[in-house]
């Protein structure tokens, strides 16, 4: 085995494969439930439409995803996260706790006959007090309220560490794997250089 990469980029299905020093790689893992799991109907909890606030959506994505180097909206226009985030069949909603934004559920329901829990989280000191359970039994309830094939998620290798197993014991069932190349958001500047758990390796 070499101690470094080569140039060659191709994938390798049996060993290694580079990655440019410009780039981040991670494994995804895809899970789905097709029904929902037998338990006792969650409390309510308090939670606030986002709608098409962007500064409180950003504020609150930033929040939660920078330490886990999220970026998937870090980068987007305003004109980009305005056309998801104002789609009647997406929603996103905000855990309030005294005033503040702790945690974001948002749903996307804009394939026919499936939900897809598109983002989910809580600010890293509310991690732990068992929110994230309470706000799952909610994403849960919300997503089967109305008919569908199949309620489904992924989750990579630059989220927490307990993501796949939490997910899991939710009730979701884990289906496919995939591989996510993409430029280092912090080199891109949608996300600061001291974000996530990932070193630099360029820039």
Excluded: K
Aim: proline share 11%.
């Amino acid at each position: 085995m070499s101690d470094a990469p080569t140039d060659d980029l191709r994938l390798r299905l049996d060993g290694y494969t580079p990655i440019p020093p410009t780039h981040v790689a991670a494994v995804v893992t895809y899970l789905e439930m097709t029904a929902p799991p037998a338990r006792p109907s969650p409390e309510p909890l308090p939670l606030a439409p986002i709608g098409a606030d962007l500064a409180r959506y950003r504020a609150l994505y930033a929040a939660i995803g920078t330490p886990w180097l999220w970026f998937g909206r870090a980068g987007m226009t305003d004109e980009a996260l305005t056309a998801i985030l104002g789609d009647p069949a997406v929603e996103a909603l905000a855990l309030t706790e005294g005033g503040r934004d702790i945690g974001l559920l948002e749903l996307d329901r804009r394939t026919p006959g499936e939900v897809n829990l598109a983002y989910f989280g809580l600010v890293p000191e509310a991690v732990g007090s068992g929110r994230g359970r309470r706000l799952m039994d909610e994403a849960i309830r919300r997503a089967f309220a109305r008919p569908i094939g199949r309620f489904w998620v992924h989750t990579c290798t630059l989220d927490h560490p307990g993501a796949v197993a939490f997910y899991q014991r939710s009730g979701f069932r884990p289906y496919a794997r995939a591989i996510e190349v993409a430029p280092d958001p912090r080199l891109t500047g949608a996300l600061p250089r001291e974000a996530g758990q990932v070193p630099l390796l360029a820039g």
